[in-house]
């Protein structure tokens, strides 16, 4: 994998970009997508993505909202979602079409029902977007070219939060999840879906988008700990094809 330009090694081989503010991360994260979006069409003629809610990968949307392949070479999926309505602000797939823009060829995980479907319902459904869009198996597995996350506080990453019994998943892709026992730095205490960690783990690059000072020592302990019990760090000591978007508060203390 080509790094990104700037591109530093952690002492245990994980890639990681350093940008000065919020507006470089989001802009080195961009062109970094942009170029692995390209090569994914190039050598496959499409480009599955798998994208985070929260509120860190928004700017980063914003400036691929320019990105206008035909729709039919594009597929956006999410990596998790909120059980809110569409029209919720808490929405994930909300910000998503918010900041790429209205035509945006989101396959949404939540539909445009009321009342939703039952969570088990709508993951199963979800399942098989999963298996229409992303013909590549890796085990059997899905594999999205890009999947873009962001880290918790608590080391959580997509809706996987500590301790929770989807951690263990192992055959099923998509999972109804409860949502973080605790406030976690502003992520919705509701209920949620999720990607699972094999299809995570399938993905062929992982990039990471993280920022502010709160996330510093969740950063360094994922990076640099030997604590595997944080979801987010159990993915990267498997994966191994994971790119690292900091800021420079984020980055304080990692040793690069
Ligand atoms: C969610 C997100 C979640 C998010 C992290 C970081 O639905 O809450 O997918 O996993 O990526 O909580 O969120 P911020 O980027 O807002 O800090």
Known sequence: MTPPPGARLTAAGET??????????????????DARISMALIRN????????GGSTPEMTYRCLAGYRPDAASLALLQVDERLVSAGDPRSNGAMIRRA??????????IPAENPLPAPGR???AYAHTLDRVAPARCLGVPVVDLCILGLGEDGHTASLFPGSPALAERSRWVVPVAGPAAPAGGSPQVPRLTLTLPVLDAARCLVFLVQGGAKAGVVRQVLQGKDDLLPAARL?????????????????????
């Open 236 to 256: 990267v000591r498997r994966a191994r094809r994971a790119v690292w978007f900091l800021d420079t508060a984020a980055a304080v203390g990692l040793s690069l």
């Open 45 to 52: 003629g499409q480009a599955v993505l798998a994208l985070s």
């Open 122 to 124: 709508l993951a199963a």
């Open 16 to 33: 990681v970009v350093v940008a000065g503010s919020a507006v470089d991360l989001a802009r080195r994260a961009a062109a970094f997508l």
């Open 100 to 109: 790429w823009g209205g035509r945006v060829p989101l396959l949404p995980m």
